[in-house]
């Protein structure tokens, strides 16, 4: 687009916030009964979080990354493709990331989950709790429909907050898994706000947050 | 002083009157009509257009609602359908819907073509046909100017060849005004599409005088700046003075505005309801807003 630095927010967003919520009704009908087999997943993650084994950062690993890969395909490629033009670079962006779990975090382990020795761990479980049992009524609380529910592993809001949760959570923050999270929560936030909605600065709230608490973490560590 | 049936239609250059009457016999209620200058072809002066509105993807409940709007817009006497590759789903949407209706007679389909390659519009083009399901288009544009020259030789060569009715270009939000004239003066357009309405003028001072000189029709778009300028006035009282036009809500008085400019050939607004595209198409009935009302228009908008 010519000249698209001239271009509001408001002028680029091509679909209307309806159809946008009514996406997620479809994609659940349609999904049916995946939702219970993703519920099964983060509910075995935040078990994983809480008990720790010596194989639960490798397994975490391996779940988010099948998560990531689901909502790349099944949301941004299969559906909001059909509304945004942009979906596919989102869709893009979902795989690189569910490698990135799959290979760094995985394959080479650098996901190390123990028990817990700082706070920012506890505030990173309570996240991933959060992002697993609460973000989704956030939207029928704000009058969206229950049936448009938005889920980790189905829908992309609720899966990157999870993983921020995991990241913050880890042993040490694995950085390089940090990028991609922290930009959806830059496009997500900026596209329901132009959209006003209320949930707008929830996840870029979120990414602020698990960045300064990483930060945080890591220079505390650097100078004890 | 408002404009009434009569004198509005008796500025109507170019459509011959046999051409005009079956069509104010038909029903009190059509839309007045502006001939398309290249051809004098009669074109209701309301359109529909499709941007975010018809962008629903798969969602079939959402399909047959606009499916809906476009049968009120034919039954209520419309023809211009205005979408664009860029629009997401709406082209498919839109042939969803004309599918749906039989594909109704009267439809004008003004389509766009949006890739930065000349070489790969022809491949666009027929894409967005297929999605319309139409045999042509009947216009066809160079979206927002994107690789203009090439695009203008394809669809030359496409109205040429008697694949295509009319070759237009496009802007909106006021932009590259100068780029648009100079494309104006120097190529036979038969269309030109900008934004127009009563906060965004400055396609008068130029350009919609020049598509008079040279006899280029020419679609207003953004006439409600995407709902913004309704929303600015939604809670403030029409004047008294907007029964004179017969205005009956602000979605009226803007769009009588707009499409009282003699050099207007089309309005396009979007919308997801039936009673708005029926209160849009309402607006194309004199009487219209003279001159003198229009300047009144202006400084009253200005003044809320």
């Known amino acids: ?224 | 002083m408002p404009l009434n049936r009569r004198e509005v239609l008796g500025s109507l250059a170019g459509a011959s009157a046999a051409a005009l009457m079956p069509r104010l016999g038909r029903a009190q209620s059509a839309p007045l009509t502006r001939p398309i200058p290249s051809s004098g072809e009669a074109m209701p002066i309301v359109g529909l257009g499709s941007w975010i509105t018809f962008n629903v993807g798969d969602d079939p409940v959402a399909r047959n609602d606009r499916t809906e709007i476009m049968k009120a817009f034919f039954d209520d006497g419309g023809r211009l359908i205005d979408s664009s590759p860029m629009y997401g789903s709406a082209q498919a949407v839109i042939g969803y819907g004309l599918e749906k209706l039989g594909h109704p007679k009267p439809l004008f389909s003004a389509d766009k073509v949006w890739i930065s390659d000349g070489d790969e519009g022809p491949d666009q083009i027929e894409a967005s046909r297929a999605h319309w399901g139409v045999d042509r288009f009947d216009l066809l544009q160079v979206h927002n100017l994107v690789a203009w020259e090439e695009h203008l030789d394809t669809l030359f060569a496409m109205k040429q060849a008697g694949k295509l009715r009319y070759v237009g270009i496009t802007t909106s939000h006021g932009r590259r005004h100068d780029e648009v004239e100079t494309i104006m003066r120097q190529h036979d357009l038969d269309f030109v599409q900008l934004t127009y309405n009563v906060a965004d003028r400055a396609a008068e001072d130029r350009l919609l005088p020049l598509a008079q000189e040279k006899g280029i029709a020419v679609i207003a778009n953004r006439p409600f700046r995407r709902k913004e300028l309704i929303y600015r006035f939604e809670g403030e009282k029409l004047p008294a003075w907007a029964d004179e036009i017969e205005a009956r809500s602000w979605a009226q008085f803007l769009l009588k505005f707009i499409i009282s400019h003699p050099a207007i050939t089309c309005a396009i607004p979007a919308t997801t309801r039936v009673d708005h595209v029926r209160e849009n198409l309402a607006s194309a009935r004199a009487p219209l807003p003279d001159a003198k009302m229009r300047e009144r228009m202006v400084a009253y908008i200005k003044s809320v």
């Not at chain 1, 913050?168 to 929560?185: D, F």
């Open chain 1, 1 to 224: 687009m010519s000249e698209w630095w001239t271009y509001a927010p408001r002028d680029l967003l091509m679909f209307s916030p309806d159809t946008y919520y009514r996406l997620f009704a479809l994609h659940n009908a349609d999904l049916w009964p995946m939702q219970i087999l993703a519920l099964g997943a983060g509910l075995a993650i935040f078990g994983l979080l809480l008990r720790p084994t010596p194989w639960a950062g490798r397994a975490i690993a391996l779940l988010l990354a099948a998560a990531w890969a689901f909502v790349a395909w099944a949301y941004f490629s299969d559906r909001y493709a059909t509304i945004n033009l942009a979906a596919p670079i989102f869709a893009w962006a979902f795989a690189a990331q569910s490698l990135l779990l799959l290979v760094y975090g995985a394959g080479l382990g650098r996901l190390r989950i123990a028990s817990p020795r700082h706070v920012t761990q506890l505030i990173g479980i309570a996240l991933f709790a959060f992002a697993l049992l609460l973000q989704p009524v956030i939207g029928p609380l704000t009058g969206h429909v229950w049936a448009g529910v938005e889920l980790f592993g189905i829908a992309p809001d609720p899966t990157v907050a999870a993983t921020l949760g995991v990241l913050l959570a880890a042993v040490r923050m694995p950085w390089l898994l940090l990028p991609i999270p922290l930009l959806w929560c830059a496009v997500t936030g900026a596209t329901l706000w132009t959209m006003g909605s209320p949930e707008a600065p929830l996840m870029p709230v979120l990414g602020g947050l698990v960045l300064v608490l990483g930060l945080y973490r890591s220079f505390a560590r650097a100078e004890s």
